[in-house]
């Protein structure tokens, strides 16, 4: 083999190491393009959308907007057997008219918690975010179409739905908080 073919070939093998490289710094650190909290525009709120792992994670209030009486208490009863932390029950406290299944309303701090509360609706709640809330637990409001809460199988769908979906949708006017690996 010649000085010139070798010499080609190590090119070649060199430029093909390279582009190996920078292909997986690219798939490994993604295009730089995503919102983080540095790069969150003026006005925008930082929003935690990482979904718990662990239910125990997940601090509610849960109030009644139907008219069936002790309905938050029962229901309380079947989210603490599911680990959630129920902080309140009670009748809803702003009083508004309720429709459909229920209403989950949060802050910044606990969109991912809410999409996990969500299939436990099988993802019919209705989303109530509210920026300027800073509190770290979902008021979880039952409507009248309220029956029971989902069995784990069917929250295992919602949440197979819900990845279809692509995920947690990102509340107006925020940015995804950086997540830790």
């Given at each position: 083999m010649s000085f010139a073919r070798i010499r080609a070939l190590a090119l070649v093998a060199v430029l093909v190491l390279a582009a190996g490289v920078l292909t997986v710094m690219a798939l490994t650190k993604g295009t730089g393009s995503s919102a983080t909290p540095d790069?969150?525009?003026s006005g925008y709120t930082v929003v935690d959308m990482e979904l718990p792992n662990d239910n125990r994670n997940i601090h509610i209030n849960?109030?009644?907007?139907?008219?069936k009486a002790g309905l938050a208490g029962t229901v309380k009863l079947d989210f603490e057997y599911r680990r959630f932390k129920v902080e309140k029950?009670?009748?809803?406290?702003?009083?508004?008219p309720v429709s459909g299944v229920a209403i989950l309303r949060y802050g910044p701090k606990k969109?991912?918690?809410?999409?996990?509360l969500d299939a436990y609706f099988l993802n019919n709640a209705v989303h109530e975010y509210d920026k300027n809330r800073t509190d770290e637990t979902v008021d979880v409001i039952l409507g009248p179409g309220f029956k029971q809460l989902a069995t784990q199988t069917e929250v295992n769908q919602a949440f197979t739905a819900l990845a279809g979906a692509g995920g947690p949708q990102l509340p107006k006017n925020s940015c995804p908080a950086k997540q830790t690996d």
């Open positions: 790069a969150c525009p849960v109030y009644n907007a139907t008219d029950t009670g009748n809803n406290p702003l009083g508004k969109v991912g918690a809410a999409y996990v």
